[in-house]
Nanobody, 116 residues
């Protein structure tokens, strides 16, 4: 069972930046796809971004150009660099490791609040 631990969330003003980290308890080098999701109060969970072992990335339209997903297999860690944050980015952010059936392993989440 892989354990994932997110960190880096917090309170930030609009236009600010944060970097989320997600450390896995085991190697992620064999994991094809890793991703970040978010869920705001009263809303459905939303796929924010994914990246594959080949380096391809995919982003939700709402975050394109502002959020960047990356992974460091040597550190068993994935990141979400968040810039130009908006009020609507406020949510609980989760990292996930995919298997053949899709997102399978989840972290406990970290809160990001964008507020002035």
């Amino acid at each position: 069972q892989v354990q994932l631990v997110e960190s880096g969330g917090g309170l930030v003003q609009p236009g600010g930046s944060l970097r989320l980290s997600c450390v896995a308890s085991g190697s992620i080098s064999s994991i094809s796809t890793v991703g970040w999701y978010r869920q705001a109060p009263g809303k459905k969970q939303e796929l924010v971004a994914t990246t594959t072992s080949c380096g391809s990335t995919n982003y939700a339209d709402s975050v394109k150009g502002r959020l960047t997903i990356s992974r460091d297999n040597d550190k068993n860690t994935m990141y979400l660099q968040m810039t130009s944050l908006k009020f609507e980015d406020t949510a609980f952010y989760y990292c996930s490791l995919w298997t053949l059936v899709g997102p399978t392993y989840w972290g406990q989440g970290t809160q990001v609040t964008v507020s002035s």
